[in-house]
């Protein structure tokens, strides 16, 4: 099975991420991730939702999503040609003996350390999916004490676009 | 000048062409119904006994006519009662809008008396719905309801008004025209083309419909084309009424229980062009076996439609009647002359085997030749009934009048097929007689009737032409049937063992009742029953272990159909 990576243009009204998480409930779809967010209108929001499935389960997600009255466009976004980014917000404990491992891998990884306690630390780290697990998997003999992650927000390279108005 | 909310609603209500609408008052409507009172001689609100009723009754009124139907309940327990009905309309696709009113918006999340977040439970069994809580958006919020319930493929859509919203004014321009549907989608002429070869290359071509042809209006266009294209048709439950039964080219209602004629048939094919129908469960049974040997074209208004149940080889995205009508004028005229005779072997088979099932019935049970069978009670009916539109419930008596019934006119057939909702009939009844002004004739069983018998009371004080035919074996048929099947006649809470009198009960709601237990008996209370312009039950005694079949068992294919149970 593969991932898919669809932008969903939707009217900016009260339900609406109800209506389109709840359309992927009652069909049996599964979702690996969902961001929702403004867009260049304010009339409009924007849904990133990734999905593991075949070419008829993705077929039939956007037909069901078309469908939906506050559903505006939806496309899938190619993966080879669009900006695919998560955010990971991750605190781990602030200790001597490993401050300097944790610092390397800030580095390494273009990671920010957005707070810093006495006892704590946390890094912030923007990328593909990919590089934030390893991130989190290099982080995690040291003790992460939370984490959080926004989930994927995708942008076609060039100029395609998501239209909020056809 | 500036309106209340509530007489926005009834405005707009008129301003769509609805004249009649059915609902239950409550204190969240109250301002509402009291704006329904004022206008009590533009827009006529019929009161049902239940709320579920009066969704059933919206639904028979859009299903009769092709209008949208309208509901009105209040908040709480009146919007959810109407929620089998809404689930009901939006499997078989039939517009309604139901319009259900709520505590004000203060109030709203806070667990307030008679509150319930109708919007969130009816999200996925509605096409849309809304929750109005600014006035100044009510009038357009009822005219896109009116307009996404009829445009494409219909459905419900509940529209949630809050007490204070009914109660606010509003400036209010009343539009002259009821709202347009949104613009059809057309099929793309190079698939039609494809289509037409497919067609063309065909030797054995079925023709498989649903309610599509009859919401798309396209009867003729249909039969036209299978006449070109010497096709044999088949149906779905929602089909059934689209072409008159007497069509030559009609082998009935295919799957579960269709036809044994139209359900070999289909299997035989070699190509099964799909017509506004979405090949349920309970249409293609086991779907890894189905289709194994034809090959697909589907056409659908509905895009989600196709590829979802069955994969098609070919489809096409589009409006039924105007696909069809191209698609007539693509295709190349043939005859079949090895396919008919087929299909004349096929239908001399199926006729023997329905006179065997019933010889084996006769038998068991020592029939005289004066006993009831399901059969001769919807033939006797049916030499009655003239143009009434027949409504059933669901079960054994369903299967059996999707079965035999003639029927001549589109919409004259209303059934809940894809929720099989038992307790649908009357409510429906009502509703599609109020909207055509004919007589319903309801089918129902015993356990049917006795779900939503209380709406006797409204066909009563509405004075409703309205003939029920309940087909009484004191047992849950439909599920006896398969614990006969599949659960070494297990009967778990299928035998009825009720002391209910139905006749009595229809004189104590003030409809005529009679009891009937032989042909003669039933010939000569059909004539009372529809000499009469009211409400009447003819309550029919049936035997218990009178089968559906045909029957396809769940998760089969037509390898095990079976025509008679010994």
């Known amino acids: ?166 | 000048m500036k309106i209340s909310g509530a007489k926005i609603v009834v405005e707009t209500l008129i301003e769509q062409g609805c004249d009649t609408v059915f609902g239950y008052p409550g204190g969240q409507v109250i301002n509402l119904f009291d704006e329904l009172y004022l206008c009590r001689d533009r827009i006529t609100h019929i009161l049902t006994a239940h709320e579920q009723g009066a969704a059933h009754a919206a639904d028979g009124y859009a299903r009769a006519t092709g209008k949208v139907g309208v509901v009105i309940a209040t908040s709480g327990p009146g919007a959810t009662n109407l929620v089998t009905g809404i689930a009901t309309a939006h499997l078989d696709s039939v517009p309604i809008v139901a319009i259900t009113g709520n505590v004000p918006c203060e109030l709203i999340g806070r667990d307030s008396f008679q509150e319930v977040d109708i919007v969130g439970v009816t999200m996925p069994i509605t096409k849309h719905n809304f929750i109005v809580k600014d006035i100044n958006e009510l009038a357009d919020t009822l005219r896109m309801a009116f307009k996404i319930a009829k445009s494409g493929r219909p459905g419900p859509v509940l529209v949630d008004i809050p007490k204070d919203v009914q109660k606010a004014l509003c400036e209010y321009e009343p539009n002259k025209q009821p709202v347009i549907p949104y613009p059809l989608i057309f099929a793309d002429e190079e698939k039609l083309r494809q289509a037409a070869e497919l067609i063309n290359e065909a030797e054995r071509p079925y023709i498989y419909f649903g309610g599509g042809i009859i919401n798309g209006k396209a009867s003729s266009a249909l039969m036209a084309f299978a006449d070109k294209t010497d096709a044999v048709m088949g149906c779905s439950l929602m089909g059934i009424s689209a072409v008159p039964s007497d069509n030559p080219r009609l082998l009935g209602m295919q799957g579960m229980h269709g036809h044994y004629a139209s359900s070999v048939a289909q299997d035989e094919a070699d190509l099964v062009i799909t017509l506004g129908a979405r090949f349920s469960d309970r249409a293609t049974g086991n779907k890894s076996r189905y289709a194994k040997n034809f090959r697909i074209i589907h056409i659908d208004i509905d895009g989600a439609e196709l590829n979802k149940n069955i994969p098609a080889n070919l489809a096409i995205r589009g409006d039924i009647n105007d696909a069809l009508q191209r698609l007539t004028a693509l295709v190349d005229e043939k005859k079949h002359p090895a396919w008919s005779e087929r299909i004349a072997e096929l239908r001399q088979e199926e006729q023997k085997r329905i006179e065997s099932a019933a010889e084996i019935t006769r038998k068991n049970n020592n029939y005289s030749d004066d006993t009831l069978t399901p059969y001769s009670i919807i033939d006797i009916i049916s030499s009655h009934a003239g143009d009434s539109t027949i409504v059933t419930d669901v079960g054994q008596h369903q299967m059996w009048t999707a079965q035999r019934y003639p029927f001549t006119k589109p919409r004259t057939f209303l059934s809940s097929g894809g929720l099989g909702t038992m307790g649908f009939g009357m409510g429906a009844a009502i509703g599609a007689a109020a909207a055509t002004g004919r007589r319903s004739v309801l089918f129902t069983g015993d356990g049917s009737f006795g779900m939503n018998l209380n709406e006797l009371a409204t066909a009563v004080s509405q004075g409703t032409p309205l003939v029920t035919v309940i087909m009484n074996n004191g047992v849950l048929g439909m599920v006896r049937q398969w614990q006969t099947l599949f659960f070494d006649r297990h009967y778990s809470n299928t035998t009825l063992d009720r002391r209910t009198d139905f006749v009595k009960l229809a004189e104590a709601f003030g409809a005529k009742g009679i009891r009937v237990s032989t042909a003669s008996e039933l010939e000569k209370a059909a004539s009372e029953a529809f000499a009469d312009g009211g409400t009447y039950v003819i309550d029919c005694t049936v035997n218990s272990d009178e089968f559906v079949l045909p029957m396809l068992p769940p998760g089969g294919s037509i390898d095990d159909i079976i025509t008679e149970i010994k």
């Open chain 1, 1 to 166: 099975m593969d991932q898919y990576v669809i932008g969903v243009i939707v009217s900016n009204v009260s339900g609406v991420l109800s209506r389109v998480s709840g359309m992927f409930t009652r069909r049996g779809f599964n979702i690996d991730s969902l961001t929702v967010g403004e867009t260049e209108s304010s009339g409009f929001s924007r849904i990133t939702i990734a999905f593991h499935g075949d070419e008829d389960i993705k077929e039939r997600i956007l037909q069901q999503l078309q469908k939906l009255h506050d559903v505006r466009e939806v496309e899938v976004l190619d993966k080879h040609d669009t900006v695919i980014r998560d955010l990971l917000l991750i605190k781990v404990r602030n200790k001597p003996e490993i401050r300097q491992d944790i610092m390397t891998a800030v580095e390494i990884f273009r990671s920010k350390i957005v707070d810093y306690s006495p006892t704590s630390l946390t890094c912030e780290l923007t990328g593909e999916t990919a590089k934030i697990d390893a991130f989190i998997e290099l982080l995690k003999p040291y003790g992460i004490m939370e984490m959080c992650r926004t989930g994927i927000v995708a942008i076609e390279r060039g100029e395609n676009c998501l239209k909020t108005v056809k």
